[in-house]
Every structure is written in C-alpha cells, then in structure tokens.
C-alpha cells in the first residue's frame, strides 16, 4: 500500500503462466559449488537438467544456473524454500524461467493447474465410475431396489406372554458362610462385617454409658 493516500495501490497480476519447471539460479558463488546446489535443490524433486550459464550477465565473483524440473509442482516447492536464502554465505536469488518452455510443456502446465483447481473447488467428489473387466460401468453407490417385507401382528390375536422363571435368593446370609465364589470377594464381606459388628458393639457401649443416673450439679452460679 502507498503511504500517500492520494496515490493509487500498486497492483501485480499473478497467473499460473508465470510459474514454470524451469528455473534460474542467481547470486551463486563462483567457488565451483554446482553439485552441492544440484544437490541442495534436488531435495525437492526430480532434476532433469542442470546447466551453468556462463553468458549470462551476473554479479563479479558470482555464477548463474538453469535448472529444468521433471514436475511443475517439485519447481514451485523449490522456488518457494530456497529463495532469498543463505547458500555459501551469499543470499540466492531463484526465479521462473518460463521463457524456456515449449508448446508440450505450458500445454501440460495448464493441464496440471486445471485438474489442482478442480480437485480444490470439489474437495469431497468421488473419482468416478468404476469399469468392470466386461466393459460395463458401475456405480460406487449401492441402492436396495426391492421392497422390504415388515409383517404387521392382527391386534385381535393373543400375543404369547413370556414369564421369567422364578428364582429364589436368600433374605439372610450366614455371617460364617462363603456366599461369593471369588475368595477376594469373600474377603472384602467379612472385612465389612467386622466393621459393622464393631459400630453395633461401640453403639451398645454408648447405650450403657447413658443409662447410668445423671449427676446433680449443686455449684453455685454466680
């Protein structure tokens, strides 16, 4: 933005015509570095081709390289990590060459940046129709074209009537008896049952204690 408002804004059209697999490297030193920068940009993809230019004008003590990518997209991650950073204590200026591309190569650009742009605006679209080996084209979705049977009961008809069978359970349990197969669980229940035998026994205790006539207080209040 200007920082005079009278000014208008200064505007830059970006389009997919300006990115390409081809790729110019300035600003490198002349230090014979070339296979450390083809190695240094071929971690982001495939390298077709890497040339040095010496023709071209540069900075004293400094070298320039074209670089030609397989794939559009590998070039893009490149440009946009490498550039402007620090490559042998100089600052590395990369750049699109699309000056370079013939007919084939911005007719599959375009190709590629149609299919990314439809794949965006249509996140969730399936792939398509599958194809069977016969030739025949089937539909990934499934629909249930017969009617399903539901069977309704005449409400004049008796319904069987199902009863659970009656089992009994003890009221009481012996305080000697195992009732639960699991000796742990046998365990805990007589622990608690020591413990309530011995709250009935201080609760008797406290029972007797209050029985006992109450003492007359004859002090004198003041």
Not at 129 to 144: E, L, Q
Not at 192 to 204: G, P, Y
Request: charged letters at 30%; aromatic letters at 8%; proline letters at 7%.
């Amino acid at each position: 933005m200007p920082r005079n408002k009278d000014e208008t804004p200064a505007v830059r059209v970006y389009t997919v015509c300006d990115e390409s697999k081809y790729l110019i490297v300035r600003n490198v030193p002349a230090l014979g570095c070339g296979d450390e920068l083809r190695k240094l940009f071929a971690g982001y993809g495939e390298i077709d081709e890497f040339v040095p230019l010496d023709d071209e004008d540069c900075e004293p003590f400094t070298d320039v390289y074209w670089i030609k990518f397989l794939h559009v997209h590998n070039a893009r991650f490149a440009k946009r990590k490498l550039d402007e950073s620090v490559f042998i204590g100089n600052r590395i200026q990369v750049s699109y060459a699309p000056q370079y591309e013939n007919l084939n190569d911005t007719k599959e650009k375009l190709e590629g940046r149609r299919k990314e742009v439809i794949a965006r605006l249509n996140p969730g679209r399936s792939k398509g129709p599958s194809v069977s080996s016969a030739g025949s084209i089937t539909s990934h979705k499934h629909f249930i074209s017969e009617p399903l049977s539901i069977q309704h009961s005449d409400p004049s008809e008796t319904q069987p009537q199902y009863t659970l069978p009656s089992r009994t359970f003890p009221s009481t349990v012996s305080s000697n008896q195992d009732y639960f197969p699991v000796e742990s669980m046998n365990q805990t229940v007589r622990l608690v049952r020591e413990k309530l035998n011995k709250i009935e026994s201080d609760a008797d205790t406290l029972k007797a204690g209050s029985s006992k006539r109450p003492r007359n207080d004859n002090r004198r209040r003041i």
